[in-house]
């Protein structure tokens, strides 16, 4: 049976250690995630966030655990002044899951300016997932770096703008519904 000395951190440095490790366990600000559901009317996700958390179990030895997975958390796409250039996430898309500094709750329910119904900060249930972050094995191939692209993951099929020029290039071109190109 362990003691009160054996749980005690025995110097200041540890005890203040033990105090930070405590305080930014429960800190959160950001972490990949991996999309698991799209719904196009609300505009959410449900994620599965893509790093691990070590936790200290009661016998003070540690384990890995995976956190649970976020419903309903807003998308980020870029949007403003009356555009919006919108994306169709699938299930295994990655992205950047940034978390509030307060609970948005009344924020994302009514809009403007609202008082936090609940007073929790930098909380799991709080995330934006910010779509277009990847990892390494997801990397695009021939990305262009003379041109502003907008296009498919393989490549094959994108539209790109340089100084005077504009390329489109796919299989069928349309126009009002109409093909112009095939």
């Not at 277009?132 to 703008?161: C, E, F, H, K, M």
């Amino acid at each position: 049976m362990l003691t009160i000395n054996d749980i005690l951190p025995n110097n200041q440095e540890e005890v203040y250690r033990t105090l930070m490790d405590t305080i930014s366990a429960n800190i959160r600000v950001a972490i990949p995630g991996i999309i698991q559901a799209f719904d196009p009317v609300e505009q959410i996700v449900s994620v599965q966030p893509a790093v691990r958390e070590r936790i200290r179990n009661p016998d003070l030895s540690y384990s890995w655990v995976k956190l649970p997975i976020l419903l309903d958390v807003p998308i980020v796409v870029p949007r403003a002044g009356g555009f919006a250039l919108t994306l169709p996430p699938k299930q295994g898309d990655e992205c950047l899951i940034v978390f509030g500094d307060m609970c948005i709750d009344g924020w994302w329910k009514y809009g403007g300016i609202q008082n936090q119904p609940d007073k929790r900060r930098h909380d799991l249930s709080d995330g934006f997932a910010i779509l277009g972050t990847w990892s390494q094995p997801r990397v695009l191939s021939n990305y262009a770096t003379d041109a502003a692209q907008l296009r498919t993951d393989d490549g094959q099929t994108y539209i790109s703008i340089r100084p005077g020029e504009i390329d489109i290039v796919a299989a069928t071109v349309k126009v009002n519904g109409t093909v112009i190109s095939s």
